[in-house]
T-cell receptor, first 115, second 111 residues
Framework: GAVVSQHPSWVICKSGTSVKIECRSLDFQATTMFWYRQFPKQSLMLMATSNEGSKATYEQGVEKDKFLINHASLTLSTLTVTSAHPEDSSFYIC???????????FGPGTRLTVL | KNQVEQSPQSLIILEGKNCTLQCNYTVSPFSNLRWYKQDTGRGPVSLTIMTFSENTKSNGRYTATLDADTKQSSLHITASQLSDSASYICVVSKGNTPLVFGKGTRLSVIA
């Protein structure tokens, strides 16, 4: 149980285009989902926290108009990188939890490469 | 400042050998501490989770320890295998707030 999936697992796009990444909790209802970014040999950095049905809370320094997050259902959250640039190339990981203090379960990650 | 420091940054060991990874934290208040294994290009997978009152927890060949007084934790891997090659991340939770991640220790097990 407690499986989180991400799609796609990797994506290559041209500079200026938008890319959507999906995060799904497969066997539980995720009231809260988190989006992280990880650069090579670095730790995971929290980008935003989203609760189902409400607007996401972004961490300081993360542009909410560039990284659009939608958490429309208890099993799906999406991250859209708008007008992607090469510096947005990174490994994006989502996690999900049921409520409150419960454990976060991480997805397998999405490798984004912007040319 | 809430921080999690891990050492060593990287480690190379021979297959079959044991190793111990360290984690020091200054996170307060403390809720629990987790060790994750992250294979290259994959998401983190939980190995152990310990609360304030737990000193030791094992998961197969992985044994984690916690000293809440000194705010230190360790992850001991016994009889290492090639598949243990990965990054091991120490993560501390303050409760219903964002997790605090260490930068990880990159372990390479060689034949």
């Amino acid at each position: 149980g407690a499986v989180v999936s991400q799609h796609p697992s990797w994506v290559i796009c041209k500079s200026g285009t938008s890319v959507k990444i999906e995060c799904r909790s497969l066997d539980f209802q995720a009231t809260t989902m988190f989006w992280y970014r990880q650069f090579p040999k670095q730790s995971l950095m929290l980008m935003a926290t989203s609760n189902e049905g409400s607007k996401a809370t972004y961490e300081q320094g993360v542009e909410k108009d560039k990284f659009l997050i939608n958490h429309a259902s208890l099993t799906l959250s999406t991250l859209t990188v708008t007008s992607a640039h090469p510096e947005d190339s990174s490994f994006y990981i989502c996690s999900a939890r049921t409520s409150g203090y419960s454990e976060q379960f991480f997805g397998p990650g999405t490798r984004l490469t912007v040319l | 400042k809430n921080q999690v420091e891990q050492s060593p940054q990287s480690l190379i060991i021979l297959e079959g050998k044991n190793c111990t990874l360290q984690c020091n934290y200054t996170v307060s208040p403390f809720s629990n501490l987790r060790w994750y294994k992250q294979d290259t290009g994959r998401g983190p997978v939980s190995l152990t989770i310990m609360t304030f009152s737990e000193n030791t927890k094992s998961n197969g060949r992985y044994t984690a320890t916690l000293d809440a007084d000194t705010k230190q934790s360790s992850l001991h891997i016994t009889a290492s295998q090639l598949s243990d090659s990965a990054s091991y991340i120490c993560v501390v939770s303050k409760g219903n707030t964002p997790l605090v991640f260490g930068k990880g220790t990159r372990l390479s097990v060689i034949a």
